[in-house]
């Protein structure tokens, strides 16, 4: 009976070494001091069962490790081990052990009591192949027994990351580039799930990286426009251009979002902050610099921000008030009623000034203002001692100054005192 069990076990070796003829996951020795058979068999779950067990396991993880749970279709294999004694199948069942690193340890016995059932059923038959079956497809009754932990979670992703590029090489796809039927070998999927060849892929988008155009990188398939992942960009571009794709991403995510980030200003940093929460201008850079975001200086608490320039103020102020742009920022980094209590005195200022101007005249050599309460309007300045007229404001000779009023045809003829005795006649003496 045993040289009939001994053929049977060979005859069943040959039938799962021709099945899994192109793969490692079948291997099987005979010792050579008991004849005995062994070997391990390593079962892939169905791809279905796979996904409804990542599902309902995924669901009571607290975290995913970053790994999108809703697409895994491959599970790691589970190693089946198995030794067959010398009355196998006739009379004695195989010995076997399970191992898989997404089981736990009472799923693993749970299977190997319903493997000692199919024993009991099939019992005078070569088993290992129905023992196979049931690990491939019989697994989504025992969802409750499977315990994802984060060790398995990392083994989980990156099995079904190489499963799923094995299948992505054997096929073959037109590149939306250069429109060219490739090879998966030598293609990205990227996470659009568009496909096109690496080298042109790499070209265009390390042209873009190289002339610091970063907001331009997306998919190229026409009408997607998708940004690529940080996978994506790993896969078609080099290091050194990774490297810049995200420095020039990070300084165009700082710039375009001014109400959230800000530049440090201290010299040499290159660094950035984040805006205070409560606190709105105030902001503190990676680096530990503590400044306010509006005059781009040392915090200087709550306090409205010094104003250096107070015409340069003044006049960026008015034109906001007139344009109605910028109006709050301003009002915001000086306070409201610093730049209105400023605005008021400077238009005092303007009028006091407009009213000495219609009442005075400027000195044509030192340009003091000369206001003439009574008197001749020939003036000598106390400023720099010139003669000039009060009435025109011309220099007039120190030698005669009084020649002046006596040139006939004059805008000033005669009018030495005028203002002072009324209009003169040209009866009347100098």
Excluded at 58 to 83: H, M, N, Q
Excluded at 144 to 173: H, N, P, V
Excluded at 407 to 424: I, P, R, Y
Aim: proline share 3%; with cysteine.
């Amino acid at each position: 009976m045993e040289d009939e069990c001994i053929d049977y076990q060979h005859c069943e070796m040959e039938a799962l070494a021709a099945i899994y003829a192109d793969t490692s996951e079948f291997t099987f020795t005979t010792a050579k001091d008991s004849r005995l058979l062994s070997g391990s068999i390593a079962v892939e779950v169905d791809t279905t069962v796979s996904e409804s067990l990542v599902s309902m396991a995924a669901t009571g993880t607290d975290s995913g490790g970053g790994i999108d749970w809703s697409k895994v279709r491959y599970l790691p294999s589970i190693e089946l081990r198995f030794t067959l004694p010398g009355l196998y199948p006739l009379v004695d069942a195989p010995r076997i052990s399970l191992s898989c690193c997404w089981l736990s340890a009472e799923a693993l016995e749970c299977i190997e009591s319903r493997m000692a059932e199919i024993w009991r059923v099939e019992q005078g038959m070569c088993v290992l192949d129905s023992y196979i079956n049931s690990l491939r497809y019989d697994l989504t009754t025992m969802a409750g027994a499977i315990q994802i932990d984060t060790k398995a979670m990392e083994e989980i992703a990156s099995y079904d990351a190489r499963r799923r590029r094995g299948l992505f090489e054997m096929q073959t796809y037109t590149c939306m580039i250069c429109m060219e039927p490739q090879s998966g070998r030598h293609c990205v999927e990227l996470g659009c799930t568009h496909v096109h060849c690496a080298q042109c892929l790499g070209g265009y988008w390390g042209m873009l990286v190289d002339e610091g155009s970063v907001w331009l990188l997306r998919c190229p398939h026409p009408g997607c426009g998708q940004s690529p992942g940080g996978d994506d960009l790993g896969r078609v571009l080099s290091a050194e251009q990774v490297q810049r794709y995200s420095l020039l991403s990070e300084q165009r995510r700082v710039d375009m979002d001014s109400s959230r980030y800000a530049w440090c200003p201290r010299e040499g940093c290159g660094k950035w902050g984040v805006r205070d929460r409560v606190q709105d201008k105030l902001c503190v850079c990676a680096c530990g610099y503590a400044f306010c975001v509006c005059c781009r200086r040392v915090w200087h608490g709550p306090s409205f921000c010094a104003i250096e320039s107070r015409q340069r103020i003044m006049e960026e102020y008015r034109r906001a008030r007139e344009e109605g742009v910028g109006l709050a920022a301003m009002e915001k980094q000086y306070g409201k009623a610093v730049l209105e209590g400023m605005l008021e005195r400077e238009v005092a200022e303007d009028e006091s000034l407009k009213f000495i101007e219609g009442m005075s005249t400027a000195c044509p050599s030192c340009s003091v203002r000369i206001v003439k309460a009574y008197g001749c309007n020939h003036i000598i300045c106390s400023q720099c001692n010139s003669h000039f007229c009060y009435l025109c404001g011309e220099l007039i000779g120190y030698g005669d100054p009084l020649n002046h009023f006596r040139m006939a045809g004059s805008a000033c003829f005669m009018k030495l005192l005028e203002g002072v005795l009324g209009d003169q006649t040209a009866d009347d003496p100098l």
